[in-house]
């Protein structure tokens, strides 16, 4: 609200951008910690 007093809305930009990051960061550490990697896990484990 403040940005758009100032007529500055660049504020909501970093404030949405920096929300989306804490979502993918939380989200890849609960990936994380229940697979124990982040990455694909491939063919091999496919049929888990």
């Excluded at 930009?13 to 550490?29: E, K, Q």
């Amino acid at each position: 609200m403040f940005g758009f007093l100032t007529g500055r809305p660049e504020f909501l930009d970093l404030a949405i951008l920096y929300g989306m990051f804490n979502v993918i960061g939380t989200i890849a550490v609960l990936k994380f910690f229940r697979y124990g990697d982040l990455g694909d896990p491939g063919e091999h484990e496919a049929g888990r």
